[in-house]
């Protein structure tokens, strides 16, 4: 059984940045998708990022392309989210996902969750 944690969330001030990890843990495969999603309170869970183990392009939301950067450690069963130019808007609970058929945007895709991570951004 594949397991997820989250790490790396805090309180940042408008502007600036954080890295948040995923570390995988238990039975991984090599040919899953990885993504990131966040909810926000009063919000539903939405897509941020996706990167594939091997063979991999990445694939971001609007609202955070240009500024937020999903990268992998295969090594280590990591996976990286590098957060700059943080809004307030960015402020959520985000949340690491698996899924050998996971796809860019659809959240019942992944058949794996971490517990999730508080990222809070103050203006």
């Known amino acids: 059984q594949l397991q997820l944690v989250e790490s790396g969330g805090g309180l940042v001030q408008a502007g600036g940045s954080l890295r948040l990890s995923c570390a995988a843990s238990?039975?991984?495969?090599?040919?899953?998708?990885m993504g990131w999603f966040r909810q926000a309170p009063g919000k539903e869970r939405e897509f941020v990022a996706r990167?594939?183990?091997?063979?991999?392009?990445?694939r971001y939301a609007d609202s955070v392309k240009g500024r937020f950067t999903i990268s992998r450690d295969n090594a280590r069963n990591t996976v990286y989210l590098q957060m700059n130019s943080l809004k307030p808007e960015d402020t959520a609970v985000y949340y690491c996902?698996?899924?050998?058929?996971?796809?860019?945007?659809?959240?019942?895709?992944?058949?794996?969750w971490g517990q999730g991570t508080q990222v809070t951004v103050s203006s």
């Open positions: 996902a698996a899924g050998v058929a996971g796809v860019a945007g659809v959240a019942g895709t992944y058949d794996y």
């Open positions: 990167i594939r183990w091997s063979g991999s392009s990445e």
């Open positions: 238990g039975r991984t495969f090599s040919n899953y998708a």
